[in-house]
């Protein structure tokens, strides 16, 4: 919900296709640049804890994100002033997020025994998306009908239960050996057994390029507001219509997992993305643009599916911290770099050039990795 009241605020603040770019900049930066050293942290530390006192971070931002919409507030200063000081608030998030998101995939598997942890990667990256979709959708028609401050107290409301929701988990001990290693030596276990392991490595590769430049959501502002003419109704849609795809794929795979050519699939998968990702483009007809996006979704369900297995399955449990912050690197710089990307590309090619090469990328990263890739392409599990 916070992603899409702030894409839309910062759109209308500014009118710039670049500032939505800037946003994932803000993000990306801080989010990467601590996800090495929050790996090794989230290892030595008690998992609860840590997430608990995140939540607490994110709950100050959006408090702050309340004071800054205030109308007295955005009457007194000038729009881009409004706009830097967003995305300062948002590199804080980001800077929150390196350690909250590996923190959350290392506590299920504590929580779930190892038979389980399949189907619990599934099903958590289902909750993930049902929550997503719900709450994209929902924050279109929260701007539509109580305006962006007023939305900032629903998403409030919702991290206080969720806070007191995890301070119902029990402590989960420490690894003793992991307590004591050193910082450097830590980091460079984690590196080493990601890059040690292909199908790891590769995923997460495939991942980070296919996302990096065939990213359209940071662009979906513009093209609600300004070539499709929906409100944000119709842009809440046009933000969930990937994640409800991907929620039919992972509630699929979640009662028929995929049982064999893995590698291919998500090949195959990765290539349908980028081909939705420029029918997106070219479309003028919102009912054609949220089919693309939906489609698209539905494909990179696949992904999330394959991956997260691999990531739960193949990672032992005293590198849980720093092999899932490595994870949660590739996906944020993949993400927000993504965004960044489509925001200089827009600026420069213009809104429907700039996804239609990045469509194009995603179908010249996975042939390029059916190539260089042999071992993910012929991964199985």
Request: aromatic share 12%; hydrophobic share 55%; glycine share 8%.
């Amino acid at each position: 919900m916070t992603g899409t009241v702030i894409g839309w605020w910062v759109y209308q603040l500014t009118e710039s296709p670049l500032a939505l770019g800037l946003v994932g900049l803000s993000e990306v930066i801080p989010a990467v640049s601590l996800a090495l050293y929050a790996g090794h942290y989230i290892d030595r530390n008690e998992n609860r804890s840590l997430l608990l006192k995140c939540t607490i971070l994110y709950i100050c931002c959006v408090v702050f994100f309340l004071f800054l919409s205030h109308k007295n507030f955005e009457a007194r200063f000038e729009s881009w002033t409004v706009a830097f000081l967003i995305f300062g608030t948002i590199g804080i998030t980001g800077a929150i997020r390196a350690f909250s998101g590996p923190t959350f995939a290392a506590l299920i598997a504590k929580i779930v025994p190892r038979q389980f942890l399949s189907n619990a990667a599934a099903i958590s990256s289902a909750s993930w998306l049902v929550a997503s979709v719900v709450g994209h959708a929902a924050a279109g028609f929260l701007i539509a009908f109580m305006g962006i401050h007023n939305s900032f107290f629903v998403i409030l409301s919702l991290l206080i239960t969720g806070y007191f929701l995890l301070n119902r988990l029990s402590v989960k001990p420490v690894i003793a050996h992991v307590k004591n290693t050193k910082t450097w030596q830590s980091v460079k276990e984690g590196l080493k057994y990601v890059y040690q392991t292909k199908e790891i490595l590769g995923a997460l590769s495939l991942d980070l390029f296919a996302v990096l430049f065939g990213g359209a959501v940071a662009l979906i502002p513009v093209f609600a507001k300004d070539i499709l003419h929906v409100g944000p109704i119709g842009f809440g849609w046009l933000n969930s219509a990937i994640d409800m795809g991907s929620i039919i794929t992972v509630t699929a795979l979640t009662i028929l997992p995929l049982r064999k050519k893995q590698g291919k699939i998500l090949l195959m998968s990765v290539a349908g993305f980028g081909i939705f990702t420029i029918i997106f483009a070219f479309s003028e007809m919102f009912w054609l643009s949220f089919i693309a996006l939906f489609l698209s979704g539905m494909l990179d369900g696949v992904s999330v599916v394959v991956r997260g297995t691999i990531l739960q399955l193949k990672t032992p449990d005293e590198l849980r911290g720093r092999v899932m912050s490595v994870n949660s690197m590739f996906i944020n710089s993949s993400n927000e770099l993504g965004q960044f990307e489509s925001g200089i590309a827009a600026k420069l090619m213009g809104v429907v050039p700039s996804v239609v090469f990045g469509g194009l990328m995603t179908i010249g990263v996975v042939i390029a990795t059916w190539f260089k890739s042999p071992s993910l392409r012929k991964m199985e599990y």
